[in-house]
């Protein structure tokens, strides 16, 4: 059988490595904004396909018989896009979706819908903001910083962004995070206010801890509205689901 993973997560990449070792025949597909992804077994092709119905094409024309978009939570689009591409398709479509974090006691979170909102609300908490919301939606503190010079950021992303911000540095960097790490850098820093979204997962998840314990609150961009469909929360429950559908 062939399967189609649509990637740009570890998720993604853990996924492939164990289909492989199946075997199964995999193409991970990748959106191609990082420089340097992370190595993946199995077939790569990069960029994208054209909307929904681009995407219909490159199923049929390919002939997979899964798709299984294991793509960021935060990624809306292309779920959305995979989806419809499926449906229309009559093409067999499992979402592997981690769940997001949940705040508990001695978070101090600031539930945002968008990069925009989260950096509306920054003024009020902080002036020494640490963003870890990724380079791609940068420009909403660009013009942030514009109109508050008072505002510092510490900006972690993998590649480094296309917009220089006023009064920042920048960090590249790839998780997974220790607690010990982030800690440290929280302090080194004097962090009063981080903003992340709620990504869910392990890699990234010492920053929320270290927050807690130095009582940092945190702007969360909350995920978008994702499809209703078949949904797995990690690997291992995406392989048991393949071998029910798909005798091997
Ligand atoms: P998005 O808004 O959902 O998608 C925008 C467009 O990018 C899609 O319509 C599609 O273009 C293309 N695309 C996205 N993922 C693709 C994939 N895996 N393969 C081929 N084309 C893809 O996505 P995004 O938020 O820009 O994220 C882009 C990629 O980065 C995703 O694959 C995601 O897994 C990864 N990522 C995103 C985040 C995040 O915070 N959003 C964080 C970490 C990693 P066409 O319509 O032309 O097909």
Request: hydrophobic share 45%; net charge neutral.
């Amino acid at each position: 059988m062939k399967v189609l993973i649509l990637g740009g997560t570890g998720d993604a990449v853990k996924l492939a490595a164990k289909l492989v070792s199946i075997p199964v025949e995999v193409i991970t597909s990748l959106a191609g904004r990082t420089r340097k992804p992370l190595a993946l077994e199995g077939n790569v092709r990069t960029g994208g396909f054209g909307g929904s119905e681009g995407l219909a094409n490159y199923l049929k024309e390919l002939k997979i018989d899964l798709l299984i978009d294991a793509t960021h939570p935060c990624a809306g689009q292309i779920s959305w896009n995979a989806a419809i591409a499926c449906t229309n398709t009559k093409i067999p479509h499992l979402m592997l979706l981690r769940p997001e974090w949940q705040k508990v006691e001695g978070d101090r979170w600031i539930e945002v819908e968008s990069v925009e909102v989260s950096a509306q609300v920054l003024p009020k908490l902080g002036q020494r903001v640490f963003i870890t919301s990724g380079r791609q939606q940068l420009e909403p503190f660009f013009n942030l910083a514009l109109t508050n010079p008072e505002i510092w950021f510490l900006i972690r992303c993998i590649d480094p962004p296309d917009l220089e911000i006023p009064n920042s540095k920048v960090i590249l960097d790839r998780g997974a995070f220790s607690l010990e790490g982030e800690r440290q850098l929280l302090k080194d820093y004097q962090i009063d206010v981080i903003v992340s979204k709620n990504s869910g997962g392990d890699a990234t998840f010492a920053k929320i801890i270290a927050a807690r314990e130095l009582n940092i609150p945190i702007v969360m961009i909350k995920r978008p509205q994702m499809p209703v469909c078949e949904q797995v929360i990690n690997v291992e429950e995406a392989i048991a689901w393949l071998k029910l559908h798909f005798a091997t």
